[in-house]
């Protein structure tokens, strides 16, 4: 035992004698310090723009305690790995210089003392691997909620331009692949930095003229890394883009897989879809034939590394410059520095395909809206009293600049009136619907509620005032609960009684208690289990339960009234509509008679203005006027139920006629 301290008391003098002599040894050794400084220190500057410039909000102090942890562990555990190769040398060269003694005994001792540091090492580098991975996942964890939280603020012309495959894509692929890039790579790579960079400094501590002349080849390898990894992070920018691509036309036609099969569309789209992923799979490619060659030209390099230390490190030996423990070390050194370059390599080339995946997710993360998400003013409840008034609006969508919509446009609508729009297609009616939530800004004019212009207040509190009921309800993938609930400001705090309750305002109850599990029905996707007038009652119910006082906006188009609903359907979504206008502010974009009819006023829009205003009788009563030509034209002066009666009846005869 006191042999195997005495050697290693003796291996130690010797390290520090060798380092001593090093400091006045000049030229590529200091030289190639300096360059792996600038290198890492380049690198250091490249990783956190992995979370940059949002760094500040997606690194928490708890990651960065993690972080220094993972980098203590990492010290350790590469200190005790590296310098195995020296000591093994020093065993090798007692064995082989002291071939006739008995040292079993200290043999054994010092085998078993690098054996529990040994041991230390591998816990060491089991933690840091634990520690890094926890530390990236949280910066990945928050990095997606900032990119959805991103998208969910921006303005609706974004969307209007914007695919939502792209959106979707960067969502989950790109985040992935940065995810990546922060966690089991960004470990492994300063693993490998940390080893390259210890073994080339025990290289030129054991031989400073063999680790000379092996690592003039570093230079060349550099070059072909910096062009491979310039390369890799275009190639991966346009394959996200690609699978962008793809991502969006999957989506859009599994969406729509009715119309895609009603139309018999079923090949045409898989051919398309294949073409998509042909490009990528062509990309693929390209990214496999830069991964071959780089890779194979570094593989070369350590097999040829090795080479030249065994016929250098023989010409040394022959000549007594080195001893064979000495080369032993060096060689263990050289193969974990090659190694070491093998894992940098890959390091670096996934580093690269995540700058490329980052660059879009800051493209999204840093733009900032055109609309406010929660900025403004808001109305106290002794102020707000629901009247809407459009003066003098000017709107063309984003999208079209050059189509406008509205040119000197005036509405004015009293609080607790109930205000009907008609007109052709086409002539405006929804797009007053996304003004007043302000999913648009007007080119020019006001719009106001209760006086205060809507772009002084705050949006999201204004929408929390406004109730809808779209042409198409559009209910998400969870039960029937949920969906009502989402009507409510807070969701989690709404109880069953009171989503009961409104679904009976709303004449929904009936049929939700029909369901075998009643309001927890889940009812697919954009509510694909449930009829049109069930999506539409439920739609009531949810505005119903909305946190609101006295303005409600709930455009019911007749399309969807005559057409997708039966007459007894028709019935009780109109008598949920009385109930849910009482005492409130109503905008109603409709053609149908009774809707109309119990509209305090009616204003038909035309040619991007106000053409008609005034009481349903008076309108009726102009026989030249743009409503009366209307109501004539689309058979509304009939009587509303017999026209359906009617309808139905004229269905059922041409059915007759074509079996």
């Known amino acids: 035992m006191n042999g195997s301290f005495e050697c290693l008391v003796g291996s130690w003098k010797m390290m520090l004698y060798k380092c001593h002599c090093l400091l006045w040894f000049s030229g590529f050794h200091i030289k190639f310090v300096q360059f792996s400084i600038k290198m890492w220190f380049s690198l250091a500057l490249s990783l956190p723009s992995l979370a940059c410039p949002f760094r500040i909000k997606l690194i928490t102090f708890l990651f960065l305690v993690s972080f220094a942890a993972a980098v203590g562990f990492l010290a350790v555990s590469s200190v005790i790995t590296m310098s195995a190769p020296f000591f093994m040398g020093k065993v090798i060269d007692i064995i082989y210089t002291n071939p006739s003694e008995d040292f079993t005994d200290s043999l054994t001792s010092l085998c078993a003392l690098l054996s529990g540091i040994f041991l230390c090492g591998a816990a060491a580098n089991a933690t840091r691997v634990y520690l890094m991975q926890t530390a990236g996942q949280r910066i990945v964890k928050r990095l997606r909620a900032t990119m959805f939280s991103s998208i969910v603020k921006q303005e609706t012309a974004f969307f209007d331009k914007t695919r939502t495959g792209e959106l979707i894509n960067r969502l989950s692929s790109d985040t992935a692949l940065l995810g990546r890039s922060v966690t089991e790579n960004l470990s492994d790579g300063l693993r490998a930095g940390a080893q390259a960079s210890v073994g080339v400094g025990m290289m030129f501590f054991v031989s400073p003229s063999l680790a000379t002349f092996v690592l003039s080849v570093v230079p060349p390898l550099a070059v072909l890394a910096v062009i491979y990894g310039r390369y890799l992070r275009k190639l991966t920018k346009i394959t996200q883009d690609s699978l962008a691509e793809a991502t969006q036309l999957a989506e859009e036609r599994i969406g729509n897989i009715r119309t895609v099969r009603a139309f018999g569309q079923e090949v045409a789209e898989m051919e398309k879809y294949t073409n998509k992923v042909d490009y990528v799979l062509q990309l693929a490619k390209k990214e496999a034939l830069a991964r071959a060659g780089f890779f194979g030209a570094t593989g070369l390099s350590g097999n040829l590394i090795v080479l030249s230390v065994l016929y250098k490190g023989g010409l040394l030996m022959g000549s007594a410059y080195m001893t064979v423990g000495e080369l032993s070390s060096f060689l263990m050194y050289a193969f974990w520095v090659g190694i070491s370059i093998g894992g940098l390599s890959s390091f670096y080339s996934e580093l690269m395909k995540g700058l490329g995946a980052g660059g879009r997710l800051w493209e999204l993360i840093e733009r900032k809206p055109q609309l406010p998400f929660n900025e403004g003013i808001t109305l106290g409840k002794d102020i ?15 999208t079209r600049p050059e189509s406008s919509i509205f040119k000197d446009f005036s509405l004015s609508i009293p609080a607790g009136s109930v205000m009907a729009l008609v007109g052709p297609s086409g002539t405006g009616k929804s797009t007053i619907v996304s003004l007043l939530l302000r999913l648009y800004d007007p080119i020019s004019g006001t719009i106001t509620v209760d006086g205060f212009d809507i772009r002084q207040l705050n949006p999201l509190w204004l929408r929390t005032k406004i109730g809808t009921v779209s042409q198409e309800p559009i209910l998400f993938s969870c039960s029937i609960a949920e969906n009502i609930a989402y009507g409510a400001e807070d969701p989690s705090t709404v109880t069953a009684e009171e ?21 927890d029905t889940v009812v697919g996707e954009k509510g694909v289990l449930l009829s049109g007038g069930q999506k539409q009652r439920i739609a009531i119910a949810r505005a119903l339960l909305k946190v609101i006082t006295n303005i409600l906006l709930s455009p019911i188009p007749t399309l969807f009234v005559t057409s997708a609903l039966d007459a007894e359907n028709e019935y009780l979504v109109q008598e949920a509509l009385d109930r849910l206008m009482e005492g409130r502010t109503v905008l109603i974009i409709a053609h149908r008679l009774s809707t109309i009819q119990n509209a305090d006023f009616v204003a038909v829009l035309g040619q991007g203005k106000i053409l008609e205003c005034g009481k349903h009788e008076e309108l009726l009563a102009n026989p030249n006027g743009l409503f009366r030509k209307l109501m004539q034209k689309q058979a509304f002066l009939q009587n509303s139920d017999t026209f359906a009666l009617d309808l139905q009846s004229r269905e059922k005869n041409i059915l007759k006629e074509n079996v």
Do not use: H, T, W
């Open 499 to 519: 989503i009961q309750k409104v679904a009976e305002i709303a004449n929904a109850a009936s049929f939700i208690r029909d369901f075998p599990k009643g309001f």
């Open 384 to 398: 707000f009293r629901g009247a809407l008034e459009f003066k003098d609006v000017e709107f063309a969508y984003p």
